[in-house]
């Protein structure tokens, strides 16, 4: 895994000098960070009225300035103070340029206004959530909890840590939306690596990129993708942490990298170990009472009555734990950047509950296992100026077990019968899924001028798709294969002194499945091929420095998976008329930006839409209880989303976002043959929030208990209206299930001692002890409290 | 200072308008109709997001029916239209949670009387010894099972019934009609696999059977056996595929494509009233009268006429269905009643008897009606319709 931090440099100043004969002197100059420039940064004269605020280049210029000498200084949120010292004669026009460095002590501000990288994202023509994770660094959350405080993002949990989650972007989910490192899918790391349990302290920022997705990310992502991006930076460094929580919570992270001077050679490592018993107290569950009972077993039913109490749960374990490691060099004349590395990760799930909370599990265990070898090169102004490549390429083993053999019915007491069936299903299955992956990119661009570039990626998965029950069989005798490729180009052109930002690009995508299928008595290969062409435009205008306008465009598809178009041999049966999900995603949006003395503001808006077609859903069959995929609904997706940051000085900080959409059912026949429209034609789609939103506040002082400190106090509330879980319009309003409206509140204090090494931090969940549901009616975590250390060196 | 305070304002207005706007959606509330005669089972939506409700039906002969702000919703209690009826009481086994529940219609919502554990039997059939006593049958870890239900307090007794063993090849009973009689109920079964790694081309066993088995302490006295057919009557808990008629006669009709035998034809068999025996002198080949369509539902009418839910031949249960009048008793097609064909779901329980008339409802292309046909008369008349785009029609129910 590449856990990298971004660059922290410390440059020097340079001074330039040049003399003309004027009276009153003046003095220009460039802002950076290393090289990227600082929009926004203040330069004073110290000790005068004079001051300017850098241009959108960096640049700042002070005229009639009387001839002295003088202390030039620059400030600019989220960096270290920088001052020069400078005499002037008459006349003289004297350049002087200014470099900043991050101020390590600032871990918990928000960056708002300069031209961070996550602005730079924010700034192009992509409807896109920037995330700086730095400021949760400090907290217990993992990424998914970050991301889900974010505009127009929700996901929804099944229960506590580790548990299943469904991602949804704009109102598109599941498969829709696809997960990146650094830009590479996550799944190459391993099934047990999930968002749910990489810890924030592994990524630095978040990118959720909606609806519209830049070629880079080969990925068939027709919902949205996100990219979680690790630490980059070349000198050394070690994160360390722990924490312990409520429900035996138990969460170690830890990502470190060392340069060896002698020999340049960089080691990098990362890992982290999660567990957990989330045993947290059901409300109001059923339990059974009397009955004839032998141990936690009722061997006689008779005389056994439901009653509702609150109780703990007791088969909701959870492990996971994972190793990368990454050997390599930068800054070679043949190499930028090549390392080669490898990684362990596994993971042990006990299943608690189906789809439904009245249906409980005892014994249902999940596990998974991977392993993987990775290499990435990159090298800059290859064969010629301008021309970059970055190359990726790994080999995953990957395997994964779902345990069900007992005849057994659990109650939530841990008490249980006997069943005619497994607990899960109808049959029993020790589940065997097995997925070698090969996987290849490359990316290459070539910036032709500072105008225009060109952009061209290719991505290669080669999947095989193994899948038996060891219960009836020791292999399987007929896996499948995935072959897909994405070619990706785009061109961008930066226009009117880089105001008007165009993306132009273009996707193919190839899609080969194989299944050796027992026809009459003897093999044969089916063999599928699909290729599609998708396409989009992403423009930003810069109406001012600090207004910008955004609209972008993709005709997207995510692709059939083999396991959906040719079953996984057990449950789900083949469907070899399977078409791939299609949507055509619109965004538009507008950003604001603006200082007042030491108030900072963000502002953005957008709007999207989606037409989705074809979406895959499993469809179970009543007679055989099997299911299988099918094209079966289209929806067609508009809303709106907010948000505004606000910030003073490095005290204060809110962010308040809200998101509303409306995801309309465009199915119009249902499973039947019929001239009607169906009823839910039109109808808003069940089971799903349409409005939400989130309050973040935070209030921070360094130095407040000695030196080098810096105490910070978060509150965090997650508001979500209530929806209905079936169609809004079909029922009686008196008996229809809903999931009611939700505010759940969150608070961290953390404490943080010489410039941000050593950092405690104390941390509460649903503070107020709130039922909270996510899927369906699951009761999620009741309150819990937890507590974190964490050792940060550079 | 002032810009700052008018920017934050003019934010938090929008912000706390929409909260508003949205949040108070008002939830509409409904009109009740307790106290109707009959109710449907309707599905609406495709997959994942279908929805059960069950709506009433104040007349069979007029009106409309719509799920617009009208039904009980089903969801989270009750799963699909395996449901059985009596007396306006609702009965469901589910087998996920492994619960057997009672549940009425109130004030538009599903209210649970009561659920009692139930994880003896995956439910198939069921027959009513009287109005408080329901026997219910089913496969249950590969073995042929019973329960037998006291539906005023849901008090249960189960236990196993000792069919002719499962042979090599197959896995699990297949069990068909079930109908009380004079103390002793009959019992269609068979045999099936649950191997479907060749799925849909599942081992067929080349036999139908009936148990019959004495209701006082529920043993097999017999199975009864007969090769020209398999797969002895649908799960009834969808719909009926036996009767008893006025002569105290028993009739059954075998559906062999719902266990994967697409070659059998459909056949309907008679035991004569105080007989244990198949009625030798009578066996009729449903299939070969009515155009090689199979038999997947049957209801008596009167006066040994019956009315057959109809599918069109081939493997697939999916498939267009229609409504014929048979003459049981004389083993004799009558005819297609002229009705639209029937695109509806493959388990409906679609006919209601009351006072020598037929309730057919149909589930068509264009507009699903609840149809009368008057054997007197031998009239088709359009009743009740539903409107408004019901995916499925699942069940019509006589309340009382």
């Known amino acids: ?794 | 200072m002032n810009k700052l305070f008018q920017h934050t304002t003019r934010f938090l207005t929008i912000i706390l308008t929409i909260a508003l706007i949205s949040g108070c959606e008002k939830r509409n509330s409904g009109q009740f109709e307790d106290g109707t005669k009959y109710s449907a089972v309707l599905c609406v939506g495709s997959w994942p997001n279908t929805a059960y409700y069950i709506a009433g039906i104040p007349s069979l002969t007029e009106g409309v029916v719509s799920i617009k702000g009208n039904g009980a919703e089903m969801t989270g209690k009750v799963y699909a239209q395996d449901v059985i009826q009596r007396n306006g009481f609702y009965y469901h086994a589910n087998f996920g949670s492994g619960r057997l529940g009672k549940y009425h219609v109130e004030n538009g919502a599903l209210i649970t009387d009561k659920e009692i554990p139930f994880t003896w039997l995956n439910w198939s059939s069921y027959t009513w010894i009287d109005d408080e006593t329901l026997v219910i049958f089913g496969d249950g870890n590969n073995e042929a099972r019973y329960a037998i239900l006291k539906v005023d307090k849901m008090t249960i007794k189960t236990g196993k019934l000792d069919l002719n063993t499962i042979p090599t090849g197959f896995n699990t009973y297949n069990i068909g009609f079930a109908q009380y009689r004079d103390n002793k109920i009959f019992l269609g079964y068979g045999f099936g696999s649950n191997d479907f790694s060749n799925y849909p081309n599942m081992p067929v066993s080349k036999k139908a059977m009936v148990a019959v088995i004495d209701y006082t302490n529920m043993t097999v006295e017999k199975s009864l056996e007969d090769s020209r057919t398999t797969s002895m009557g649908g799960p009834t808990v969808y719909a009926p595929t036996s009767f008893v008629d006025e002569n105290n006669d028993l009739y059954f009709v075998s559906d062999p494509p719902n266990m994967y035998d697409a070659q059998s034809p459909s056949y309907i068999y008679r035991i004569k009233s105080g007989s244990t025996e198949l009625d030798p002198t009578y066996a009729f080949n449903y299939s070969a009268a009515s155009g090689n369509d199979k038999a997947p539902a049957m209801w008596y009418i009167g006066n040994g006429k019956a009315i057959v839910r109809s599918r069109v031949s081939g493997l697939s249960i999916d498939a267009d269905h229609s409504f014929t009048l048979i003459d049981a008793r004389n083993g004799t097609f009558i005819k297609k009643l002229n009705l639209p064909v029937d695109k509806g779901e493959r388990m409906v329980n679609a006919v209601i008897v009351e006072d020598g008339k037929a309730f057919i409802s149909v589930n068509a292309a264009d507009r699903d009606y609840v149809w009368q046909y008057d054997p007197t008369t031998d009239q088709l008349t359009k009743g009740v319709e539903f409107i408004g785009g019901i995916d499925y029609i699942l069940r019509i129910e006589k309340l009382r």
């Open chain 1, 1 to 794: 895994m590449l856990y990298r931090r971004t660059l922290l440099l410390l440059l020097l100043s340079t001074l330039f000098f040049s003399t003309f004969a004027q009276n009153n002197a003046t003095i220009s100059g460039q802002v950076k960070d290393g090289t990227e420039t600082i929009i926004g940064a203040t330069v004073t004269i110290k000790g005068t009225k004079n001051g300017v605020i850098t241009d959108i280049s960096g640049r700042y210029e002070i005229k009639g300035i009387t001839p002295g000498t003088y202390t030039v200084i620059v400030s600019y949120i989220g960096y270290l103070k920088s001052s020069q010292s400078v005499t002037l004669s008459a006349g003289q026009q004297k350049t002087l340029n200014f470099s900043l460095s991050k101020d390590p002590q600032q871990l918990d501000n928000v960056s708002i206004d300069g031209k961070t990288k996550n602005q730079e994202v924010k700034e192009s023509g992509f409807a896109v959530n920037a995330i700086e994770t730095k400021k949760f660094a400090n907290t217990t959350a993992d990424l998914n909890q970050i991301l889900n405080r974010s505009t127009g993002v929700r996901i929804r949990e099944q229960g506590g840590l580790g548990s299943d989650f469904k991602f949804s972007i704009n109102g598109l989910s599941g498969k829709q939306v696809k997960f990146f490192i650094d830009g590479i899918p996550i799944e190459v790391m391993g099934s047990a690596m999930s968002l749910n349990n990489i810890p924030v302290n592994l990524a630095e920022r978040l990118e959720v990129y909606k609806g519209v997705v830049p070629v880079t990310l080969g990925a068939d992502a027709m919902g949205g993708a996100v990219n979680v991006i690790t630490n980059q930076k070349v000198s050394n460094y070690l994160d360390l942490s722990h924490s312990y929580g409520s429900f035996s919570t138990n969460r170690s992270a830890l990502t470190g990298q060392f340069v060896d001077q002698k020999t340049g050679l960089i080691f990098k490592g990362s890992g982290f170990f999660n567990s957990s018993a989330n045993n947290y107290k059901m409300k109001d569950v059923e339990i059974l009472q009397g009955g004839v009972r032998d141990g936690d077993q009722i061997v006689d039913l008779n005389g056994a009555e439901f009653v509702s109490t609150d109780i703990r749960r007791f088969h909701d374990n959870y492990m996971s734990a994972s190793g990368q490691a990454e050997i390599g060099v930068v800054n070679k004349k043949w190499a930028d950047v090549l390392f080669i590395g490898g990684g362990y990760n596994e993971s042990t799930q006990d299943l608690q509950t189906g789809f439904e909370q009245k249906i409980v599990y005892g014994k249902v265990r999940k596990t998974s296992s991977s392993a993987n070898g990775t290499i990435r090169y990159k090298k800059n102004d290859i064969f010629t100026e301008g021309l970059n490549l970055s190359a990726f390429a790994s080999r995953t083993k990957d395997e994964s077990k779902t345990t069900d053999t007992l005849l057994r019915q659990y109650y939530w007491d841990g008490t249980w019968t006997v069943k005619s069936s497994p607990e899960m299903g109808s049959l029993k299955q020790i589940n065997n899924i097995a997925r070698p992956r090969t996987y290849a990119m490359a990316n290459m661009s070539y910036l032709i001028n500072n105008e225009h570039s060109l952009n061209l990626n290719y991505t290669f998965d080669h999947l095989k798709n193994k899948n038996y029950n060891q219960y009836f069989a020791s292999r399987d005798s007929m896996p499948g294969l995935m072959k897909k490729q994405i070619v990706g180009l785009a061109y961008q052109q930066n226009l009117l002194d880089q105001r008007l930002s165009n993306t132009v690009f273009a996707k193919y995508y190839r899609l080969g499945l194989e299944r050796p299928k027992l026809i009459s008595g003897s093999y044969s290969l089916l063999d599928t091929t699909f290729s599609n062409w998708g396409y989009g435009v992403a423009s930003r205008y810069k109406v001012t420095q600090n207004f910008g306008l955004k609209a972008s465009y993709e005709h997207a598809y995510r692709l059939q998976e083999a396991e959906e178009m040719f079953g996984d041999g057990l449950n789900l049966q083949p469907n070899p008329d399977l078409k791939p999900e299609r949507s055509d995603n619109i965004n538009i949006g507008a950003y604001y930006s603006f200082r007042l003395d030491r108030h900072s503001f963000f502002i953005e808006a957008s709007g999207f839409y989606r037409n989705a077609k074809d979406f895959i859903y499993p469809v179970p069959d009543l007679r055989s209880q099997l299911l299988k995929n099918e094209n079966k609904s289209d929806v067609l997706i508009t809303g709106f989303e907010s948000e505004l940051r606000y910030a003073y000085s490095e005290l204060l900080s809110l962010n308040l976002n809200l998101t509303y959409q409306n995801a309309v059912n465009k199915t119009k026949t249902g499973s039947t043959e019929s001239m009607v429209p169906e009823y839910t034609y039109n109808n808003k789609i069940p089971n799903q929030p349409f409005l939400f939103g989130n309050a973040d506040f935070g209030i921070g002082k360094d130095n407040l208990l000695g030196k080098d400190t810096r105490l910070q106090f978060n509150w965090f509330t997650q508001y979500i209206n209530w929806f209905y879980l079936t169609w809004e319009n079909a029922g009686n309003p008196n008996g229809k299930s809903d999931i009611p409206t939700q505010f759940i509140h969150n608070a961290s204090l953390s404490y943080s001692m010489e410039k941000g090494k050593y950092n405690l931090s104390l941390e509460c969940r649903n503070l107020t002890d709130n039922l909270s549901y996510d899927n369906f009616k699951l009761q999620k975590p009741s309150r819990s409290f937890s507590v974190k250390f964490r050792y940060f060196i550079q």
